[in-house]
């Protein structure tokens, strides 16, 4: 049940990244040049998927339990941390050189572009990596 | 240049936001797409079906635009391999080091006002577009 309940959702938030078009390369690394080839429409998708998520997250967590878990699981740490900006920075520099964050990348590695292909493991591993750094800090 | 397509990006952000509130209501959970990626990589805890289910969900996606529109889904990847194996590394080790993504920081954390998550977005924004300005405009 897990299972496909996640599989539904996935398809969905995918359907919505190509629909967008955030899963072109091209259009993300245009809306971050803001000095050259603009292209304004990734903040339509950001605003989008905000107001939707903002009112959505309000009826949901009105309710005393998700519908197939015993408790909501929300992120409880209020300080800004080194780690976090760190981690922002260099997840945003590699934004930056590629055009892809996690989503996207995973939802068009079917489609075979080699660059995708390259992309995908190397992310992979440096989750790997990461994961495996922040345990040894006795976190998570 | 690409187009800009306000409507499209829009409509798909608002059914990226559908889906995290879909997975808030269905499993208490923040749809953060680094997040559950990394929870299919070893050590697994707490299961793997739900990462699976939401990576293939994803990886579905295009095919199932392509099958609904009839038209081919549009994207232009950098084949310099090199530079996608590092953007992938930085994007995998950021995300996680700085526990989140564009969906995670960008639409959950934003929609549910975190403080940390509009640090972390306001920071991979500008560590984006200050890559792209120097990719495109000073070294280019």
Do not use: Y
Request: hydrophobic share 55%; proline share 5%; charged share 10%.
């Amino acid at each position: 049940m897990t299972f496909l309940i996640n599989l539904a959702i996935g398809l969905l938030l995918g359907t919505g990244l190509v629909v967008s078009g955030m899963s072109d390369p091209a259009k993300v690394l245009n809306f971050l040049d803001i000095a050259g080839t603009w292209d304004p429409s990734l903040a339509f998708v950001m605003g989008g998927a905000v107001i939707v998520a903002f009112l959505g997250f309000r009826l949901v967590l009105g309710r005393p339990a998700p519908v197939f878990s015993d408790a909501f699981q929300l992120p409880q740490r209020k300080d800004i941390d080194a780690r976090l900006v760190l981690g922002a920075a260099l997840f945003g520099i590699g934004w930056g050189l590629g055009g892809l964050c996690p989503g996207p990348a995973l939802a068009t590695v079917g489609l075979g572009a080699p660059g995708v292909l390259a992309f995908v493991p190397s992310m992979l591993a440096g989750m790997w990596v990461a994961r495996r750094l922040a345990d040894g800090q006795g976190d998570r | 240049m690409t187009e800009f397509t306000p409507i499209a990006s829009l409509i798909g952000g608002a059914l990226i936001g559908l889906a995290a509130v879909l997975l808030m209501l269905m499993q208490g959970r923040i749809a953060g797409i680094s997040g559950i990626a990394s929870r299919l990589l070893p050590p697994w805890r707490g299961g793997i079906a739900g990462p699976l289910g939401f990576v293939l969900g994803l990886a579905a996606a295009p095919f199932a635009v392509m099958l609904a529109t009839g038209a081919p889904v549009r994207q232009a990847v950098s084949s310099n391999l090199a530079l996608m194996v590092a953007a992938g590394l930085l994007v995998g080790f950021g995300s996680v080091w700085g526990n989140g993504c564009t969906s995670g920081h960008g639409v959950c954390g934003i929609a549910r006002l975190s403080r940390r998550s509009l640090v972390a977005t306001a920071v991979f924004m500008a560590a984006g577009i200050a890559t792209v300005f120097l990719v495109r405009h000073v070294w280019g």
